[in-house]
């Protein structure tokens, strides 16, 4: 396919919006204003830099094929542009497909922070001993990323790790890094509560979820049932005397949501409130998504909770990704955040090659 996947009417309209960001960035004095436009202008130049290339490759052809069509043209000559005509046509196909990858959907979701859930599957206290590392895992990939990591809810395990946690990570395109993290992890190795020395296989689930803003959801209070109690676990006689948890129940969608982390009845009930709001959302575009996905043959990072999307082989030090099918021997360094980028670059261009692949039939 040589040509882009939107008209050319459109990729006009795209490099005049550029030529007006520009101009209002040299000219605006709106200290907002200049920050919404300078992530538009870092949005749109690569894409306005692949157009122009395009438009450029595209001008040679013409002017090569008049020379071709010439009919007292010079067969030196002709035979110079026939080969040259050759080579701009490959280059053509090239650049319309590195412009059709720019060019695919954005998800409106992918600039936003999350809410990290990870719980303990099958395994008992071995999963729960997982669920601690991954989570430690999503610690250390957000702190090289410099995205803050804010513990909303814990349930810790007697011997370690946690049979659930849920954490707020913010920060700039979380969603877009993270979104393919949902699913089921596999985990195989010897448990330390086995003396037997016996390799187990665990599982542990995770689910990421675009963070809502009160724009994208709106909750109504007539709908909602609010309690409160004492909360449960460490906090010493605090918990004994102040009724601080909070449980939300959304009757419409009968989600329900309980945080209890904070010594403040108001901090549990607001954070509960941001929960409940990105739970909603994600319900909401889990839908959409499905509808959507039913249209398309092929699908990478469904986010599935159900589906298993990873393993991790500690005896063999190695971590396969099946969507993929990449297995890549960087286990320690995955586990400390630092080789998560390059399974999650892996996926994200299979994913995008699949969606691709989809416009262009």
């Keep these: 396919m040589s040509v882009p996947i939107v008209s050319v009417e459109k990729l006009s309209l795209l490099l005049r919006r550029f030529e007006v960001v520009q101009a209002q960035l040299i000219g605006g004095s709106d200290p907002a204003l200049y920050v919404s436009l300078s992530r538009e202008y870092a ?16 001008k040679e052809q013409d002017e090569v094929e008049r020379i071709i069509a010439e009919r007292d043209a010079d067969p030196e000559l002709l035979s110079l542009a026939q080969g040259e005509f050759s080579d701009l ?86 969603y877009e890094r993270l979104k393919y993290e949902s699913g089921g992890h596999r985990v195989q190795r010897v448990p330390v509560t086995d003396p037997s020395g016996r390799i187990h296989t665990s599982a542990v689930t995770v689910a990421v979820l675009p963070e809502a803003e009160t724009v994208d959801v709106e909750i109504l209070d007539k709908d909602l049932r609010i309690d409160v109690y ?20 959304h009757h419409p969608t009968g989600i329900v949501v309980a945080v209890q982390d904070e010594r403040s009845q108001h901090k549990n009930k607001a954070r509960a409130m941001d929960l409940l709001r990105t739970r909603i959302y994600d319900m909401r575009r889990r839908t959409f998504d499905e509808e959507r996905a039913a249209d398309r043959k092929s699908q990478v990072g469904s986010g599935d909770r159900s589906q298993r999307v990873r393993t991790y082989n500690f ?35 299979r994913d995008q090659a699949a969606r691709l692949a989809a416009l262009e039939e």
């Excluded at 949005?43 to 595209?58: A, G, T, Y």
């Excluded at 999350?114 to 610690?139: H, K, N, S, W």
Aim: a negative charge; aromatic letters at 6%; charged letters at 25%.
């Design 43 to 58: 949005e749109l130049e690569p894409l306005i830099s692949k157009i122009r290339e395009w438009m450029d490759l595209h």
């Design 315 to 349: 005896p063999q030090g190695r971590v396969t990704d099946h969507r993929v099918n990449l297995t890549l021997y960087k286990l320690e360094q995955l586990m400390k955040g630092e080789a998560l980028d390059e399974l999650i670059d892996v996926i994200t261009t």
């Design 230 to 249: 004492r909360s449960s676990g460490a906090g010493g006689q605090h918990v004994n005397k102040t009724d601080s948890a909070v449980r939300i129940t």
């Design 89 to 174: 046509c490959e280059r053509v196909k090239s650049v319309s497909h590195e412009l059709n990858f720019l060019l695919l959907p954005k998800d409106s979701a992918d600039k936003k922070s999350v809410i990290l859930e990870v719980r303990a599957g099958t395994g008992g206290d071995e999963a729960a001993l997982f669920a601690g590392d991954l989570f430690r895992m999503y610690q250390c990939y957000a702190v090289l990323h410099s995205w803050k990591v804010e513990v909303v809810s814990a349930s810790e395990a007697e011997l370690g790790g946690y049979r659930e946690v849920i954490a707020a990570i913010k920060g700039v395109s979380v």
